[in-house]
């Protein structure tokens, strides 16, 4: 198979929320905040182009569903659907990927599946011939969300996929619709049912870390976000995946690092875990 790194929009959210209770003094080392305190945010993806042919894409982004208004609000950078341009410079545009697979449904993973904003007109989707793949859990979520996370979601969005009868709800390791090379494991520290997808990569396995570990920074095991529900749940399930992939020598994948899309992980003399082997771009084959 072949593996690639996808870059889409970019965000600017506050530090503060990003990083917990981490002190600005430590987290401004890892991240430059600007005037309003924001610090910068990508919204990555990873295609998978199978030998078969067969395409996988692992979210889809923030993308540009919101109307002017909200994307200043939620500091979106830019107005066009750059995962879509992204994909077609791959040569592998919207309508040919067959499988988006979905960590969770808040909207900076899933908004992308939408086309962009357009005055007056409705939401719609973007991939409309892709299988869809989400946990229950996380599907339960996005339709009865808690009142802390309600505008984390988009209220239209399930009824948009299940209208195209080709979403999979996953509720063990292993999906129908993906089959082998692909298995799952769940964490619940930041949302319920956050779905890790372990891919059996050209270069050795591949987690895709989505928000347990939204980029190198957040390896250290402390650090959390704000918009995490179960900080310290998080910070177990976290050493646990990073044990894991220290283990069989494989690769954290990071949708939100500005510049590192994925590492392999270590542990230093004070059995602290670390980022080694830092990539800025994934072409793998």
């Known amino acids: 198979m072949q593996m690639f790194s996808v870059i889409g929009n970019t965000q600017r959210l506050d530090g503060g929320s990003m990083f917990g209770n981490c002190p600005r003094a430590v987290w401004e080392r890892w991240a430059t905040p600007d005037d309003h305190h ?63 697979v979905l960590s969770h449904l808040h909207f900076d993973h899933a908004g992308g599946l939408l086309h962009p904003w357009r005055e007056s007109e409705d939401r719609r989707l973007a991939f409309v011939n892709a299988h869809f793949v989400v946990s229950e859990d996380g599907w339960s979520r996005a339709q009865n969300p808690h009142p802390r996370d309600r505008a984390s979601f988009i209220p239209e969005l399930c009824g948009l996929l ?22 799952f494991s769940f964490s619940q520290g930041h949302t319920p049912g956050l779905m890790l997808t372990r891919i059996e990569g050209p270069c050795g396995p591949v987690t895709f870390l989505g928000d347990l570990v939204p980029g190198a920074p957040w390896v250290h095991l ?28 494989g690769w954290a994948f990071f949708t939100h690092d500005p510049t590192i899309c994925a590492g392999r992980i270590e542990k230093d003399a004070r059995g602290r875990y670390r980022l080694v082997d830092e990539q800025t771009t994934l072409a793998w084959s």
């Open 162 to 183: 299940e209208k195209t009868g080709r979403v999979e709800r996953v509720r063990s390791e292993t999906s129908d619709v993906l089959g082998d090379g692909y298995r």
């Open 38 to 100: 924001r610090i910068e945010l990508a919204s990555r993806a990873l295609l998978v182009r199978e030998d078969s042919g067969r395409t996988v894409l692992f979210e889809t982004g923030i993308g540009s569903f919101f109307e002017p208004k909200m994307r200043a609000r939620y500091g979106v950078q830019e107005s066009e659907h750059v995962l879509l341009s992204s994909l077609k410079s791959l040569g592998c545009p919207a309508s040919e990927i067959d499988v988006v």
């Open 222 to 249: 402390p650090i959390t976000m704000g918009y995490d529900r179960y900080p310290e749940l998080l910070i177990d399930e976290k050493s646990a995946m990073l044990e894991r992939i220290i283990a069989e020598h």
